[in-house]
């Protein structure tokens, strides 16, 4: 009789971790693996569509209201349902506004990032000054801003395009916390960058005639320590001015790296390993695979 009892009360006890691990939230958590995964499982179709899965809300930040760069917009999922998102800050390039990468704010937020978009304090600002206002824009966006509370600030992410491109290396090597650096036809005088750790993907264009990807991006790609999870992205038929309007190919790789290293995402990864071979839109993909090893 007490062995019928033990049976009963062990098929008692299994039915009941079985219904706790069905149930939608634990069984999501239980599949993931990763607490920062947001969205559903990526496809094809989706890393290359106009929006992703989440609604988006937008916030203009003045420039009176901050220092160390020249406001901005934030772009953010307006769901609370999942937590905090990881956030990324994107700088224009020389003589260009916030409207040139404005493209990038929805696109990315939709697919479950933070976003700002920022203005410099001059349109004239040099990379190094550049990488100064991403970082100050990162301090606002984490602890004084009005969605502060709906980005974990312990993943962050930079990009740029031109010398917001070269503002973006800068940014990295300054602060190696970051979690992904993505810089964009980037410019700079420096050529060198093997004290970043921050994983960067360098993306470039062929038909670039202010900064040519063989003293520009390449170099930046090959000075970065061998041992870090890095990219180059040569863009077939493009230009330096190519990030200005919206493009599927940077859209695709940009968050798919960023997913990848920001959300620990894994499952983006199969978007950049094995490497993409040259296509209608890409000229050249170099990288280290697999990642995060």
């Given amino acids: 009789m007490r062995r019928h009892l033990a049976a009963a009360s062990a098929a008692t006890a299994t039915a009941a971790c079985l219904a706790l691990l069905l149930a939608p939230g634990v069984q999501a958590a239980a599949s993931a693996g990763n607490p920062y995964e947001r969205g559903p499982a990526p496809t094809q179709t989706g890393v290359e569509a106009l929006r992703g899965s989440y609604a988006v809300a937008e916030t203009s930040?003045?420039?009176?209201?901050?220092?160390?760069?020249?406001?901005?917009t934030i772009y953010y999922?307006?769901?609370?349902?999942?937590?905090?998102?990881?956030?990324?800050?994107?700088?224009?390039?020389?003589?260009?506004?916030?409207?040139?990468?404005?493209?990038?704010?929805?696109?990315l937020a939709s697919q479950g990032f933070v976003v700002f978009t920022i203005d410099t304090l001059t349109t004239l600002d040099q990379p190094d000054s550049r990488g100064r206002q991403l970082l100050a824009?990162?301090?606002?966006?984490?602890?004084?801003?009005?969605?502060?509370?709906?980005?974990?600030?312990?993943?962050?992410?930079?990009?740029?395009?031109s010398m917001g491109g070269g503002g973006t290396l800068e940014a990295a090597k300054s602060r190696p916390s970051l979690k992904a650096a993505v810089p964009l036809t980037a410019w700079n005088t420096d050529k060198t960058w093997?004290?970043?750790?921050?994983?960067?993907?360098?993306i470039g264009a062929d038909g670039d005639t202010i900064a040519?990807?063989?003293?520009?991006?390449?170099?930046?790609?090959?000075?970065?320590?061998?041992?870090?999870?890095?990219?180059?992205?040569?863009?077939?038929?493009?230009?330096?001015?190519?990030?200005?309007a919206s493009n599927t190919t940077i859209a695709k790789y940009s968050l798919s790296w960023l997913k990848r290293f920001i959300d620990d995402d894994t499952r983006y990864e199969q978007?950049?390993?094995?490497?993409?071979?040259?296509s209608l839109t890409i000229e050249e993909y170099r990288g280290s695979c697999p990642l995060g090893s």
């Fill in 212 to 244: 040519p990807v063989a003293t520009h991006s390449e170099p930046f790609y090959e000075s970065l320590p061998g041992s870090l999870d890095k990219g180059y992205l040569e863009l077939n038929g493009a230009t330096h001015f190519t990030p200005n």
């Fill in 77 to 107: 999922p307006t769901s609370t349902a999942d937590g905090t998102f990881g956030a990324v800050v994107i700088s224009p390039g020389f003589t260009a506004t916030q409207s040139s990468i404005a493209w990038l704010g929805p696109r």
């Fill in 271 to 278: 978007f950049l390993c094995p490497l993409p071979r040259p």
């Fill in 194 to 202: 093997p004290e970043i750790t921050t994983p960067t993907l360098v």
């Fill in 61 to 72: 930040v003045s420039s009176l209201a901050v220092t160390g760069f020249g406001g901005g």
């Fill in 137 to 161: 824009a990162l301090d606002h966006l984490t602890q004084r801003s009005t969605v502060r509370g709906r980005v974990d600030a312990s993943r962050l992410g930079v990009m740029g395009h």
